[in-house]
């Protein structure tokens, strides 16, 4: 009997189980083991929170295939084990599709590997269904209850998720309120930081004012030691002022005793200065030549250029008031021998070249003096050009060459400061002008020349001679005073002539008026001390004078011969006096006739050429000297 049938048999269902398990039509051909792609779930497993869920079984270990004869077949796991399933982690309610073995493989069951189910074998094949099924079944009714383990592990998370959303939401509400509370917290950091800087400032300052109370505590002690001290002394200083308090009584009394003397004293002292005004005024009358009431007149020898003696003037040695003249004459009809002729003058005073500017000023201090007691005091140089009259009044700036003029403010002022302890005060005004050209010029002027006032010489009721326009400069100190006489002698018209380099082209009188007063004593004064350079007489053929100098040289004699002449008048005691044929006689108007006391220095040249010159100012000295204009009365309220 044939087997091919059954061969064909066999093949058919060869080719249906291959067909069954998805196969071609292909002769069965030795397979290799390949293994399963993992089944990719269709969504991932929810987490919640950091935890996953449990795994409801284990994974089976896998299998090794096991090669059997030709034919390769896959070792299953035992009956007891199940295999994982891949919807173990898939998301609940997912498809789950089982691996299907591969084509030409036996699943092995129950623990025993299986052959190849030959294509006839229908029931194995069955078989083999059958045990496919029941492990399905198993692994569905494993699913099943893992499944209802999940939904029940989903519930409790769902549950948990909710409490956590909860807790979240209060954690989050807390946080918040924790974000609030820090930003609270930085304000109060800040504040913080500063409270613990003031903290360390104050620590500092609580440290220094620890050391400074301790130093407190220290001086403290010792101002108590120091307080029982002066307590003590305070005791002692009471018991003192006790007894001072009697001596002081002692002293009162002597006091009041020592102020009756001191007015007493007082009372002398005035009474004392009084008589010392009478007799210092009585001295100076005393002291004028002849009658009482004449000009005083002082007479001053300059000394020669080149030094030496001048032969044609003596001067005794034993008598100061004495001077001579001498001239020697040729005969006329040369018959005799040439004879020697005298001219011989007296005068208050003689002033030899030795004679200081000092000695000079002494023999004229106390009628100076008299000035403060009240009387107007008029002192003039009279002289030919070049014979020392500026030197004798104004002198030089060192102070052994100082001039009357310098020295009589001097002594003014020093008199004055003397007499301010017996409640004198006083008050002085000065004045600079000098007669040009017969015009009036305020040489204390400091404007512009175009603007210079023109001056006029106005007489008052009471016969006092004023200047309107005139500067009057009041002045407290003797420096005052010598500033203004500098500024005058800038000011002066000087020029140069034959006779002399530097010549006064004009006569200059300088004025200070003086008011004093003793209130205590209800007692006044008024007086004018009056210092006059008069311009220097010359002749024409000496001086050589031209244009401009010829006509000042025209106008000073002119002044000097008026002079003269009120001079003469006021010898003769003539009923009218010229004292207006010129503004020189009218300035002085009243201290040659009126209630002065005047002094005049006569200053004579050296030379042998001015012996004219000389002589003529001698003779007109004498006749000033012989000149009475009355006795002085002083000017007192």
Known sequence: MSRLPVIRNKRVLATSSSSENGQDFAPAQKKTRKDPEPVKPYAASTIIGTRRPAVAATKAPISRPVRQGAATVAAAPSRGLLKQSTASTAPRGGNIKATAAPTGTKAVTGGAVGTKRQAWDLKGKVTDMESKLHNYQTKVKSVNQENEDLKSTMVKSQTRVTDLEKSVAVQRSQISEYEEELQALSGVREELDKVSSEKTSLEKQLSNLEGKYKVMETLRDSQETELQTLKVMLSVQESTLSHLQLTLRDAEEEVRSLGDTVVQQKDELHAGEMERRRLHNAIQELKASNNVGNIRVFCRVRPLAGGGLSQHLQLPATDNKTITLAKTEESHT????????????????????????????????????????????????????????????????????????????????????????????????????????????????????????????????????????????????????????????????????????????????????????????????????????????????????????????????????????????????????????????????????????????????????????????????????????????????
């Open 334 to 637: 040369g018959k005799t021998a040439d004879t020697q002729k005298n001219y011989n003058f007296n005068f208050d005073r003689v002033f030899g070249p030795q004679d200081s500017q000092k000695e000079v000023f002494e023999e004229i201090s106390l009628l100076v003096q008299s000035a403060l007691d009240g009387y107007n005091v008029c002192c003039f140089a009279y002289g030919q050009t070049g014979s020392g009259k500026t030197f004798t009044m104004e002198g030089a700036e060192y102070d052994e060459a100082r001039g009357v003029i310098p020295r009589a403010v001097t002594q003014i002022f020093r008199a004055a400061e003397k007499l301010g302890a017996q409640g004198w005060e006083f008050t002085f005004t000065a004045s600079f002008v000098e007669i040009y050209n017969e015009t009036l010029r305020d040489l204390l002027y400091t404007g512009k020349a175009s603007k210079r006032p023109e001056l006029e010489i106005r007489k008052s009721i009471n016969n006092e001679v004023t200047i309107t326009s005139l500067t009057y400069e009041k002045v407290t100190n003797e420096d005052q005073v010598l500033g203004l006489i500098m500024l005058a002698n800038r000011n002066r018209s000087t020029a140069q002539t034959a006779q002399n380099d530097r010549s006064s082209r004009s006569h200059s009188v300088f004025q200070l008026d003086i008011e004093g007063a003793n209130v205590g004593r209800d007692v006044k004064c008024k007086s004018t001390l009056c210092l006059v350079d008069l311009a220097g007489s010359e002749r024409l053929l000496k001086s050589q004078s031209q244009g401009e100098r010829f006509k000042e040289m025209t106008a000073i004699n002119g002044s000097l011969s008026n002079l003269g002449l009120v001079i003469t008048a006021l010898a003769n005691k003539d009923i009218h006096v010229p004292y207006r044929n010129s503004k020189l006689t009218y300035l002085l108007q009243g201290c040659l006739g009126g209630n002065s006391k005047t002094l005049m220095f006569v200053n004579i040249a050296p030379e042998l050429d001015s012996f004219g010159e000389t002589l003529s100012s001698l003779r007109f000295a004498s006749k000033v000297n012989d000149c009475v204009i009355g006795t002085a009365s002083a000017n007192r309220k």
